[in-house]
Antibody, heavy 118, light 106 residues
Framework: QVQLVQSGAEVKKPGASVKVSCKAS????????MHWVRQAPGQGLEWMGW????????NYAQKFQGRVTMTRDTSIRTAYMELNRLRFDDTAVYYC???????????WGQGTLVTVSS | SYELTQPPSVSVSPGQTASITCSGD??????VCWYQQKPGQSPVLVIY???KRPSGIPERFSGSNSGNTATLTISGTQAMDEADYYC?????????FGPGTKVTVL
C-alpha cells in the first residue's frame, strides 16, 4: 500500500531554516510528482510547489520562490522540502502529497508541524 | 493568478443532500478534485477528474464541473461527513485550492 511518512515536528527560531523529509513506499517513487502543501493553524490549504522525482525538476509557488528548495534522493525514495528565513507566519503543518497523474493529490503524508517561535 | 471561491459553510440535516460549490473563471475547462479534512487529520481525496471517486470513497459522494462552477454533492449525508471540504484545480502546472467549506450535519 502507498505510504508517505514524514519527519517529526520541529521548533525553529525566526530566520532559521527547516528541512522536512517524506519517505515514500508502496509505489515506484520516480513515476509520480510529489507536492508540498501547508496549512497554518485554523486556515486552509496552501500549495507550495512540486518536484518530479525522475528528473529533479521543480516548480514553486511564486510566494515561496527564493525561500523554498525541494529535492529528492531516489536511492532512498525520499523527498525533502527546505524553507529558509523562517517567519512567525510560517508556523503550519506541512504535508507531502503524491500527484495521482491528473493534478490531484491521491495520497498525503501525516503532516509535520513546524513551529516558528522566539 | 487563478482563484477559486467556495461558500464558508453549508449546513445539512442527516439523510439530506449537501451541495458545495467551487467557482472560478472557465473552471469547466480544468480538472477539479475535492478533499475532505476532519479535525487533526490529513486531507482525503474524495473526487478527482471532476466526477471520479477513488477506491473506498462511498457512492454518496459525487461531483460535476461545467462552465464556471464545480459542485461536490453528498447524498444521504451522514454525521461522519461533517468536515471541511476543499476544491482544487490544476492550472498552468500549479495547484490552486479553494478556501474551504465547513459542512455541518445538524
Amino acid at each position: 500500500q502507498v505510504q508517505l511518512v514524514q519527519s517529526g515536528a520541529e521548533v525553529k527560531k525566526p530566520g532559521a531554516s527547516v528541512k522536512v523529509s517524506c519517505k515514500a513506499s508502496g509505489y515506484i517513487f520516480s513515476d509520480y510528482y510529489m507536492h508540498w502543501v501547508r496549512q497554518a493553524p485554523g486556515q486552509g490549504l496552501e500549495w507550495m510547489g512540486w518536484i518530479r522525482p525522475k528528473s529533479g525538476a521543480t516548480n514553486y509557488a511564486q510566494k515561496f520562490q527564493g525561500r523554498v528548495t525541494m529535492t529528492r534522493d531516489t536511492s532512498i525514495r525520499t523527498a525533502y522540502m527546505e524553507l529558509n528565513r523562517l517567519r512567525f507566519d510560517d508556523t503550519a503543518v506541512y504535508y507531502c502529497t503524491r500527484d495521482g497523474g491528473s493534478g490531484e493529490s491521491d495520497y498525503w503524508g501525516q503532516g509535520t508541524l513546524v513551529t516558528v517561535s522566539s | 493568478s487563478y482563484e477559486l471561491t467556495q461558500p464558508p459553510s453549508v449546513s445539512v440535516s442527516p439523510g439530506q443532500t449537501a451541495s458545495i460549490t467551487c467557482s472560478g473563471d472557465k473552471l469547466g475547462d480544468k480538472y477539479v478534485c475535492w478533499y475532505q479534512q476532519k479535525p487533526g487529520q490529513s486531507p482525503v481525496l474524495v473526487i478527482y477528474e471532476d466526477t471520479k471517486r477513488p477506491s473506498g470513497i462511498p457512492e454518496r459522494f459525487s461531483g460535476s464541473n461545467s462552465g464556471n462552477t464545480a459542485t461536490l454533492t453528498i447524498s444521504g449525508t451522514q454525521a461522519m461527513d461533517e468536515a471541511d471540504y476543499y476544491c482544487q484545480a490544476w492550472d498552468v502546472s500549479t495547484y490552486v485550492f479553494g478556501p474551504g467549506t465547513k459542512v455541518t450535519v445538524l
